[in-house]
């Protein structure tokens, strides 16, 4: 058998293991204000030219999506690590008097973080910052779709990082199965649910713990108070934005039926002013990663046209571009597969709905959604919606941006994820609760001890 080509890599980490996982409050925060030195300076038109390099995608939206993201995520966890390391006393019961208890975090030792194309910087380095906080070792293996993004991480990472403390591997499906038969610590990965079983098998040869980010079908329920062209703009944007690649993009509409016409109109009207009627020429408007990815999508679009849906919206594609339309589609039959496959492209797929009841029932038929989203105004439908289904994350009334706020665990559940990330919640994913019980004084435990007799007196003395 052939020894596997990163041992090296990995026994050089492991060994310096005890020197990272043992670096100060001080010395992680250093590390940390390099990277945002380097994402939000030096290498911030590297990153734009990059990314737009991969896919087109707008130098706004590197802006809002890649660097903004990693940076407010270095600023949180900068504001808030000392407290987090610090130990946190718990209660200690009757029953154990005498001692006190604490928890306090350590590393986890030796991390793996395997990420996705559609927001490489952002996926890659924010992981990053929780592992660093927590004072792991780290290899991250980028996606191998985004060449001229995964080439200009790999500089970053050896501008600031030594190799024991942060490597990064550039590498395809083989690269990722070399690292993941290493017997690491913790396996950060971000990616689609099929890969994540794949990596969550490769885990248990080893016990590692997981951080699974996955994806899958996000529906919106749109009901009949709600807004209706305040919810078609936000959802034009969140859904449109990336080109639709967005783990957190609403995935389908189901819409109450008296109110979908209204909906296509408002949708169509805030395309044409967000991209004018003609997308391809709009620098807002990026594009799909690469070939295989634009004819999987155009086999959407011919599968729903042989089922005689209707394209209310777009429908135009260009393949030398791999550029797709915003599409809109409507009158789908359930065995279409824009209804069953996580579409990750600029496709829209609308089902109506006669009763909140029904759009539960639909939604409860699929896996649970790593984000569900709600437009109503009313208070009694969205707290119906929510108690009867289940799902990694939420917003009412917008989309998208739940993903933002660092202080909600992000992350879904079973088929679309285990384990949190963000904020707290990704100091937390990589780092061990470590439970300490100090024993003061002699205490009520006394009795435990054999022989088994005169025990009042015991506790007495
Ligand atoms: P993917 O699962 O194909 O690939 C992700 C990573 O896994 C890549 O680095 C790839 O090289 C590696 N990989 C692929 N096949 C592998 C295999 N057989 N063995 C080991 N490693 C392998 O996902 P993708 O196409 O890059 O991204 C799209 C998916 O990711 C969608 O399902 C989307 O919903 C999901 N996603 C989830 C989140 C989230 O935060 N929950 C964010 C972005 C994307």
């Not at 990965?189 to 969550?200: C, D, E, H, Q």
């Not at 993009?249 to 805030?270: C, G, M, N, Q, R």
């Not at 105004?377 to 009867?388: E, F, L, S």
């Not at 994350?393 to 088929?415: C, D, E, K, M, R």
């Amino acid at each position: 058998m052939l020894e596997n080509p990163y041992i090296t890599l990995f026994n050089h980490q492991k060994n310096n293991r005890f020197k990272v996982g043992n670096t100060t409050y001080k010395a992680r925060l250093k590390k940390l204000k390099a990277l945002r030195h380097a994402i939000e300076v030096t290498y911030k038109d590297k990153i734009r030219a990059a990314l737009y390099n991969d896919f087109k995608k707008p130098e706004l939206e590197v802006d809002l999506t890649e660097i903004y993201p990693v940076v407010s995520e270095i600023k949180f966890v900068s504001a808030n690590l000392k407290s987090w390391m610090k130990r946190q006393k718990v209660e200690t019961p009757m029953a154990l008097l005498g001692a006190s208890s604490w928890v306090t975090y350590e590393p986890k030792g030796v991390c793996l973080i395997i990420s996705p194309w559609n927001f490489p910087f952002n996926l890659t380095f924010g992981p990053l910052v929780s592992a660093i906080a927590a004072g792991n070792a780290v290899v991250l293996k980028p996606s191998e779709m985004t060449p001229h993004s995964s080439k200009v991480m790999a500089d970053i990472v050896a501008d600031i990082f030594t190799e024991d403390e942060v490597a990064l591997v550039e590498g395809a499906v083989a690269t990722s199965k070399a690292l993941l038969q290493l017997p690491f610590n913790h396996i950060f990965f971000t990616g689609s649910p099929a890969v994540g079983k794949i990596v969550m098998k490769a885990a248990a040869e080893h016990l590692a713990s997981v951080t699974l980010e996955l994806g899958g079908k996000s529906p919106t329920i749109i009901d009949k108070t709600a807004n209706i062209s305040k919810a078609a703009r936000k959802i034009a944007w969140g859904k449109f934005l990336n080109n639709g690649q967005i783990c957190v993009s609403p995935d389908y509409i189901l819409i109450d039926e008296t109110v979908k016409d209204a909906f296509i109109s408002e949708i169509k009207a805030h395309l044409k002013t967000f991209y004018t009627a003609h997308a391809e020429q709009s620098s807002a408007y990026s594009r799909v990663v690469n070939e295989a990815h634009f004819d999987r999508l155009q086999g959407y679009i011919e599968n729903a046209q042989q089922l005689n849906a209707t394209i209310e919206v777009g429908g135009t594609l260009n393949k030398a571009e791999r550029f797709i339309a915003p599409t809109v589609i409507s009158n789908l039959p359930e065995e279409a597969s824009l209804l069953q496959d996580e579409i990750f492209g600029p496709i829209l797929p609308i089902k109506t709905y006669k009763t909140i009841a029904e759009a539960i029932a639909y939604i409860n038929t699929k896996p649970k959604p790593l984000a569900l989203y709600i437009y109503s105004k009313r208070k009694q439908n969205t707290n119906y919606i929510i108690k009867h289904t289940r799902a990694g994350t939420t917003a009412i009334n917008n989309n998208v941006l739940q993903y933002s706020n660092h202080y909600l665990p992000f992350g879904g559940s079973n088929n679309s994820g285990i384990g949190k990330s963000h904020g707290f919640y990704g100091f937390e994913a990589f780092s061990n609760r470590r439970a300490v019980l100090k024993q003061h004084t002699k205490g009520a435990t006394e009795f435990i001890f054999p022989p088994y007799t005169n025990i009042k007196q015991k506790i007495v003395d």
